[in-house]
């Protein structure tokens, strides 16, 4: 198993208690990801004092420091499909949360002078097919009544935006300018670390094995330490169901693999092609990332789960070798660039694709963000202030309404 690209150049990472730390907190956050880092991020611009568990011995190392680093807005599915799934006010409050969370990224970056972690791009969504092209060109105007700069080109044109020849059987692609890519473990330790500075706890090879309701609050219990808190937000990512078990039924595992190539001269915009659920693009070292692929191999990384104590997966030989084989067909130039190393993560999937985000039903005081299929990064930082908002007043969360767990836990 292969550590990811932003785990080897991840920034060195130091638990630090509060200069006044006591025992007392205020929320217990249950993981250091992108979502619970940024949970406790947004507790402390609102006067509280967060606690952070985290399994690994740094934040970042899980699913947020194992992904491919994209920033795009939307839902999972392009916007013309997320229309005809959820209706189109839905789509549009996704949308719209998703680029509130850009300009919170762009903002909170600046403010708290995190170097390297946000890059501003174009994305390019190429169509696999003639019959892809027609659906992807039906997002066109749907996406420029959200105020998208947004339109199609034509494969012709596509090297203008892309930074190189596409493959021959892709006819042109879906060109949305002002999208973003993000150096993963830069940005989860930079939002830590602000977190840090203004009052948070971290506490990390802490691993939650046991929730429980007390008569008010709730009993964490770690192989070091019980806590007691008045609220607590699990932020686990595929770990959730091993604490709240009533969301297995609801939460598939899937495995996702990803590349990457030798040194490359090539300048590429970020890029993805939906129907192979195949995406791309360049790392700050200037090497090319690829992944998914999931259909190279029928359900081999459906219900993939890892090891105790671990937070990627092995890799399977015939999908490293089947996103080797595609990055060519789909860009030519890279045909010689040879592959650096691959690795793999887990994902949790809901059957509607969209997240978990908000009080846990029946549980009073217990606030749940999870299901993030492979999509979490767009929401980042807006649906963890929207939570943290909720802890400290739920009469001014502004979660989607979509997005509530009693849509799946009654």
Not at 51 to 80: C, I, Y
Not at 128 to 136: G, K, M, N, Q
Not at 260 to 287: C, E, F, H, M
Not at 303 to 313: C, I, N
Request: glycine share 10%; net charge negative; hydrophobic share 40%.
């Amino acid at each position: 198993m292969h550590d990811s690209y932003w785990i080897r150049t991840m920034p060195a990472w130091t638990d630090r208690p509060a200069p006044d730390s006591s025992d007392s907190y205020d929320v217990c956050v249950v993981g250091g990801g992108a979502m619970g880092a940024s949970t406790a991020y947004w507790l402390t611009q609102l006067g509280r004092r967060p606690l952070v568990l985290e399994r690994n011995d740094t934040p970042g190392k899980g699913a947020s420091g194992r992904n491919g680093g994209f920033m795009v807005q939307g839902a999972n599915p392009v916007h013309a499909e997320a229309v005809e799934i959820y209706g189109h006010d839905e789509a549009r409050s996704l949308y719209r949360i998703t680029q509130t969370n850009q300009e919170l990224v762009e903002a909170v970056v600046q403010r708290e002078n995190i170097e390297g972690a946000y890059t501003r791009a174009n994305k390019v969504d190429l169509a696999f097919d003639e019959r892809e092209e027609a659906y992807l060109r039906e997002s066109v105007t749907p996406l420029r009544n959200e105020g998208v700069d947004v339109f199609w080109a034509s494969r012709s044109d596509i090297p203008e935006f892309l930074g190189t020849h596409v493959g021959r059987h892709i006819p042109g692609g879906l060109v949305r300018c002002n999208q973003a890519t993000l150096h993963s473990t830069k940005f989860v330790l930079g939002i830590a670390e602000a977190a840090q500075r203004q009052g948070a706890t971290f506490v990390s090879k802490s691993p939650v094995t046991e929730l429980s309701p007390l008569r008010k609050g709730w009993r964490v219990v770690t192989p070091n330490r019980v806590y007691n808190v008045p609220q607590v937000v699990v932020a686990a990512n595929a770990w959730t169901p091993q604490l709240l078990p009533e969301l297995e039924p609801h939460l598939s595992l899937i495995r996702g693999h990803l590349l990457l190539t030798g040194p490359t001269d090539l300048k590429l915009s970020p890029w993805s092609i939906n129907d192979t659920a195949t995406y791309g693009r360049q790392v700050p070292s200037g090497q090319l990332l690829v992944g998914g692929m999931r259909s190279a191999v029928p359900d081999a990384d459906v219900d993939q789960r890892p090891r105790p104590a671990e937070s990627g997966l092995d890799t399977r030989s015939e999908i490293v070798d089947a996103l080797a084989k595609v990055l060519p067909e789909i860009l030519p130039a890279t045909e010689s660039l040879g592959m650096d190393h691959a690795w793999a993560g887990v994902m949790d999937f809901t059957p509607d694709r969209l997240p978990l985000a908000g009080a846990y039903p029946g549980r009073e005081g217990l606030w749940v963000m999870a299901g993030f299929s492979g999509h979490g990064m767009p929401y980042s930082l807006a649906l963890p202030r929207e939570i943290a908002e909720a802890c400290v007043n739920p009469e001014r969360s502004k979660i989607p309404a979509v997005l509530n767990p009693t849509r799946l836990l009654g």
